[in-house]
């Protein structure tokens, strides 16, 4: 989750807590201005509660109501900064507690004691310093009215009464400070965690709903309470409405009550629709000895047979592999008495021809195998960013001095501007070393010299790099190009067919797509696709 989420998570938890405090203190605010208001205008008569100056106390009460009401009207707004409005209401709360106080003096004890709410509400929200603050603040204005009123009225042994208060205050206001706290704490760890687990539900949903194998989860009715898109797709991809597991699928229907009743699980391979792979269904229980809610696993057999494929030709590669590494020892062998043979001085001239014959599939036997070699042994790649244009220039002027061309051409094309891709440079030098092996050799008219072309460009303005080997020979026919990626095909008599396969194989290990397009006029033109170039992000400014 990013700061700025986070940062917006804290900030409406704790606008909610504060919503809860502040309409919790301004509905107060109304009981206690009723209350002003009564001891004002209907305890004037009664003996111990009459005011002792009926017009102040009268004015204390209807302006503690109007405020009250008004608070109570605007506590939404507070919310926007409850810290400062907060501090501005519990500073008129203690103004109007100590006019209050003041003006009935008799009902002192439960006006001091409804100020203790004010403070403790509003230390809920402040801050510690503020809290004790208003606390002492509150206290000092007890104090003061006993001083006044010992001054006018002749009011007198009240300093420790209001002295214990004030001590009431510091506690309340201290402990609701804390307690305030605390709760936010506890109120946003509570919601972390749900979040948490909010998340957590949410990744376990996506993993189940994107495994390949279907899930299904069946309650004690037979009715299907979910199930992932793999085990929709293998159930026919049926209607959301339909629910029922013996309707959707009987023949699973039928083992899931022989496992549940009698214990025994059919474990060939079904298919629960046409046109779907078959399945072998697992149950099991969510709970053990409980059988109102089961998971049904629907395993595609074709996936476990693609897979026991993957692994045995991996085996079969590595066996092949130890097989031609024992081939060339025998081969060196027999190449190596050819040779002996042929420098005999009594061979007559049909001997000597079965000599060339034997050298010349040795070679192609030698050639097959450094093919199976190298397919075996294959590293991974180590992709680096490359100038095609360059490399292509470069590539060209170190084929023609390694090999002579004879009246021959190899020319490489290349664009103005720079021409970037990702690629292992050496598994692409080997790639276009045989494609162009192959173009000057199968790439000519007859009569004619091969003239072949290294191309560097992009795709499009913002697309693919792309390196093209293109030649202006008789192509090739349309049946044969669908085949000529596969290994050991060839139509060449002397061809191992595992050329075109290596570098199908070394382009699909670089994230790359080699393929043959044909040329209009005649002509072959093996197209390789590169990875385009990691681009920097664009800056918003």
Not at 51 to 65: G, R
Not at 249 to 257: I, K, M, N, V, W
Not at 414 to 424: F, G, L, M, R
Request: charged residues 20%; negative net charge; proline residues 4%.
């Amino acid at each position: 989750m990013s700061v700025a989420a986070k940062t917006l998570e804290n900030s409406i938890s704790s606008t909610s807590t504060a919503r809860r405090e502040l309409y919790f203190l301004n509905w107060f605010r109304v009981a206690q201005a009723i209350v002003y208001s009564l001891l004002a205008f209907w305890a004037a008569g009664s003996k111990g509660l009459d005011p002792n100056l009926p017009v102040l106390a009268k004015v204390v009460a209807a302006l503690s109501l109007g405020y009250a009401l008004i608070a109570l009207l605007r506590t939404r707004a507070w919310l926007l900064r409850p810290v400062l409005y907060t501090s501005a209401a519990i500073t008129v709360d203690i103004f109007i507690a100590i006019t209050a106080v003041f003006a009935m003096h008799n009902a002192r004890l439960g006006i001091a004691m409804m100020l203790v709410v004010n403070l403790a509400g509003a230390a809920l929200v402040l801050p510690m310093r503020l809290a004790l603050f208003f606390a002492a603040l509150a206290t000092l204005g007890m104090l003061g009215q006993v001083f006044l009123g010992s001054q006018f009225h002749g009011f007198d042994g009240e300093l420790l009464e209001s002295g214990l208060f004030g001590i009431v205050y510091l506690a309340a206001a201290g402990m609701c400070n804390i307690l305030g706290r605390q709760m936010r704490a506890s109120e946003a760890l509570a919601q972390k965690r749900g979040l948490d687990l909010a998340n957590l539900a949410q990744v376990n949903e996506l993993i189940i709903r994107r495994m390949k194998t279907g899930v299904l989860l069946v309650d004690d009715g037979n009715q299907v309470h979910q199930f992932n898109e793999s085990a929709w797709m293998l159930l026919g991809s049926p209607s959301i409405g339909q629910r029922d597991l013996g309707t959707l699928a009987p023949e699973l229907s039928r083992r899931l009550f022989h496992w549940r009743h009698y214990n025994k699980l059919d474990e060939t391979s079904i298919a629960l629709a046409e046109g779907v792979p078959e399945i072998v269904p697992r149950f099991t229980r969510l709970a053990a000895n409980d059988d109102s809610n089961i998971l049904i696993f629907l395993d595609d057999t074709s996936l476990v047979s693609r897979r026991a494929e993957e692994l045995t030709l991996a085996s079969l590669g590595r066996l092949s592999a130890s097989i031609a590494h024992e081939i060339r020892n025998p081969l060196a062998a027999i190449r190596y008495s050819a040779q002996l043979l042929a420098e005999s001085e009594d061979l007559v001239q049909g001997d000597q021809r079965m000599v060339e014959i034997i050298n010349n599939h040795c070679s192609r036997l030698n050639e097959i195998i450094e093919n199976i070699l190298q397919l075996s042994r294959r590293e991974r790649s180590r992709p680096e960013t490359l100038d095609l244009n360059a490399w292509a220039l470069n590539f060209v002027d170190e084929y023609s001095e390694s090999n002579d061309l004879g009246g021959d051409s190899l020319r490489a094309i290349v664009q103005p501007t720079a021409v970037e891709a990702v690629i292992d440079p050496q598994h692409l030098q080997q790639v276009i070393w045989n494609l162009v092996q192959n173009a000057l050799r199968y790439g000519r008219m007859p009569g004619e010299p091969a003239r072949v072309m290294l191309i560097s460009r992009a795709a499009s303005e913002s697309g693919p790099p792309l390196l093209e080997v293109v030649d202006r020979g008789p192509g090739i026919p349309t049946k044969v190009a669908a085949q000529i990626f596969e290994p050991f095909y060839t139509t060449h008599e002397y061809g191992t067919g595992l050329g075109l396969y290596l570098c199908k194989q070394m382009c699909d290990a670089n994230q790359a797509e080699l393929e043959y397009v044909p040329v209009a006029g005649g002509g072959s033109c093996f197209r390789i696709t590169l990875a385009l170039t990691a681009q920097p992000p664009k800056s918003d400014s």
